[in-house]
């Protein structure tokens, strides 16, 4: 019925042309093109029009180059999922939409936490709407197979070791993990977190601190790092993201230390997070939170129908209802952050609850593994001596430590 009211009213109301907008994105697995559809969705029944261009590639990297093609032919997409460090340099460059006037006219930066409005803000003009705030510092862990082994979740890295050393005997994988840089990334800077501290973390990575890099912290942080080499799945090479997701759940293996798109993914294969895979912080990071704030940006335009069409999508997308249902579906949480969390599973409700405490508690880090806490190219050198590292059984942590602080100094 609502349907027919709906095509009625939009008979009868005065003859707007359709919204047409495409949009890029790598949002493509299982969980994350659910996502994409409940957006997808919602902008169709608006009566508008969607082109869908997605980039295939688990942490958009293969999206960053087209995009980079398309701009440069001077025919970028209306929009695009940019984010962090990407979101920065492309605001630099002049290609995208200031949303300052319509956050102001509409209110938005009451509805955000502080870190979202800095975080999307480039010389304090806003760049893009956010769509999520995913949390990086997760283990997420087979409850079956653990309750079979008769094992406790791990605390800390020394019990990861130890629980892995276990599982490993009894033929079972401990760490579902594919060799992409910046799957490897992910579990450096979960390590780092945990061994080091977010104090260690910030001076390494925001400060870019030499001493810091090549000190013993880091020294002890490489080594734990180049030992979980030992536990990753037999096909750990060309193993994406969400097939690692997909062995964690067959329990062909234990664990898998990711970002909670992974709980998107469980969704759309119908497990129960935190029932059938259990979510646990990231061994020793409780308290801590790893952030990876998803955001889209528009590219400007020229035809104001565009620019319309471009309005009508950043609202949508910073409505209650998109952010809930999109969240619910991707893995995330909202990032209107004063929403009720009735409808979120129990792993989404402990990241709320968590994200609210580490705010208070100044314990909000960016990724950097995921874009958000150093320029691209920094990035880029970073996963480069962490995959050549990890891959590497004879490297040395201290000539690494030294290497890494090299290559992010000669990226500034
Ligand atoms: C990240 C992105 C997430 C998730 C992940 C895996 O870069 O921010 O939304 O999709 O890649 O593809």
Redesign the pocket.
Known sequence: MKWCLLSLSALLSPAVSAAQVEVLH??T?GG?ARAVEVLKSQWVAQGNQWSDFAVQ????KSAMTVLKSRALAANPPEAA?L?GYELKEWAGLGFLRDLTPMAEQLGWYDQLPPMIRESLSQQGALMAVPTGI?RVNWLWLNRKVFEQQQLTPPGDWAQFVTIAEQLKREGITPLAIGNEP?QLAVLFEVVALGEGGKAFYRKAFLDQESATLTGPDMVRVLTRFQQLRSYVPQKYAGMK?HQATNLLESGGAAMQLM?D?VKGELSAGHYRPGEDIICLPSPGSQGLFSY?L?SIALFKQRDPAQNHAQNQLVNLLMTPTFQQQFNQA?G?IPALIKLDMKGFDRCAIRSHQDFLLAEQQDSLLPSMA??MAVPTNMRQAIMDVLSSFFNDPSADPQQTALHLERAMRSTR
């Open positions: 790598w949002w697995s994350e590639g688990g942490g958009g999922n984010k995913h910046w993201w970002g798109w990876n998803d991707k995330s995921e874009g």
